[in-house]
């Protein structure tokens, strides 16, 4: 009889575990899914466009905005107004914002190869390891026009 209540009492313990461990699992499952996102979501706030000149009036001078000109003369005027450092600013993951010509930060990781994407930066592990990749932008490698070099970024 001892022996069936061992039975039992070890029964009676794995259903008591199993049921911890649900009651953990639905409370991480509840938290996700109900309570976590608003708090995301109303921190979020609605993406800031370059040449939004209904939102920033004194963006209408900039050629580069000027929707009636042709692309190669509104990439011309673009190019011609930004410095060198934010060229070079512009060939990395993390561009910044060019605030006097109304050009925001910009993650191209997480908001360009993709599609949009609002969702926030792009992956960081840590400064060993600063992102999911470590190959150059595909603009960057595109114009090295060396065909051998995205077969060794594909492997």
């Not at 313990?13 to 309570?35: G, N, P, Q």
């Not at 190019?79 to 070079?88: F, G, M, S």
């Not at 914002?97 to 990781?109: A, N, Q, T």
């Amino acid at each position: 009889m001892e022996m069936g209540s061992a039975q039992n009492r070890g029964r009676n313990r794995a259903l008591s575990v199993f049921l911890c461990s649900s009651s953990l699992w639905l409370f991480l499952v509840f938290f996700s899914f109900f309570w976590a996102p608003h708090g995301v979501l109303s921190q979020q706030t609605s993406p800031v466009f370059a040449c939004d000149v209904d939102a920033n009036p004194s963006l209408t001078g900039f050629g580069f905005c000027d929707t009636s000109l042709g692309i190669e003369s509104r990439v011309k005027d673009l190019v011609k107004r930004l410095t060198l450092q934010e060229k070079i600013g512009f060939l990395v993951n993390a561009a910044g914002s060019v605030s006097r010509l109304g050009i925001p930060k910009y993650e191209w990781w997480s908001e360009a190869l993709h599609g949009v994407s609002y969702v926030g930066p792009g992956t960081r592990f840590s400064s060993v390891v600063p992102g999911a990749t470590s190959f150059p932008q595909v603009i960057l490698t595109a114009a090295s026009f060396n065909a051998s070099l995205f077969q060794a970024i594909g492997k």
